[in-house]
């Protein structure tokens, strides 16, 4: 870890930060506050890549405690889901220019990439999202940004007896298998090789108790019921992303293409635990995240989401073995 004048980033540069993070908040401007209570509504509990009560602390004290590029990239994900806040979706205020906060949240990013910090990778990951497929070079290109960038903050390694502070070991571990997830199904998307390996990652298996804590004194039973939930899908999407990982290793690669061609039982050997895998992971999926428990609430569900996903797996599974079959 260097301080911010080794890096080279100059007073310049700070100066422009705060130009530019105050041009992102008279954007959003009145929305700002409320922008920021939607997106732990409805993004956080299931993408869990922030410490909620360390950023509401630092929102409440201002606006200028943040990366421009992580409170844009914030405030973009929020707009998102504007018409499903009720006061929000009914104001007379126009809306914010999402144009104008999208070119300076990439812009703020594009600068902030020779310098990074733990706020760089969240701010990437959030835009990732947004991104459809019309962008698929794009969003390619910044994950692979952002692997690079993980690697150079040691996203990669075991940070668990490192001499930090035990909330941002959680937050790294988060981090880490967000940025995994991001890399794995990027590369099934978009069709082009994993960045992370398998010998060059020593994070650990993701545990409860490396997420923000949950406190019933500060939040309605819904959302803490929403916050465990979203619990359990990230660290159900991180095992379904592993066997991912293992199909695209085991069957989409140059050397798998080449020695596994016309070979039937070495295809049926190699594919048979990862078949199995799968089967195991949905069978032991927790009752909270089967999509009949998500009919049963008339609320916002990620559950779907997730369901879909293991069927895609699937699917791309049998299609490896239709390919080089």
Sequence with gaps: MLPDQDTGQNNTEFDQELQDV????AIVTPYGGALVDLYFKVVHP???????????????????????????????????WLKYDPELSQTPHPRPDIDKLENLANRCMSDVIS?????????????????GPAASSKSWALTAQLVAVGQELGLHLDCMEWRIPSWEKGLRKRLAWALFMQDKWGAL???????????NWAVRQIAPEDFPEISRDDENEDEVVELENGKLLFMEMIKLTQITGEILDGFFTVE??????????????RAKPMQIRLKEWHARLPDVL???????????????????????????HIGALAVIH
């Excluded at 869990?48 to 973009?76: D, G, M, N, Q, T």
């Excluded at 998307?189 to 010998?199: N, Q």
């Excluded at 089967?290 to 791309?316: K, Q, T, Y």
Aim: net charge positive.
């Design 22 to 25: 105050d041009a992102v908040e």
């Design 46 to 80: 299931s993408f869990p890549i922030l410490h909620k009560k360390l950023f509401l602390e630092k929102y409440k004290r201002s606006h200028r405690e943040f990366a421009p590029c992580l409170l844009s990239a914030v405030y973009l994900i929020a707009l998102n």
């Design 115 to 131: 310098h990074p910090k733990l706020s760089t990778i969240q701010a990437g990951l959030l835009m990732l999202q947004r991104l």
């Design 189 to 199: 998307t978009h069709g082009r090789p994993s960045h992370i390996t398998s010998v």
């Design 256 to 269: 798998a293409s080449r020695t596994l061609e016309g070979k039937i039982n070495r295809v049926l050997e």
């Design 290 to 316: 089967r999509m009949d428990s998500a009919s049963r609430v008339r609320r916002l569900s990620s559950n779907g989401e997730c369901h879909c996903i293991s069927f895609l797996c699937f699917g791309i």
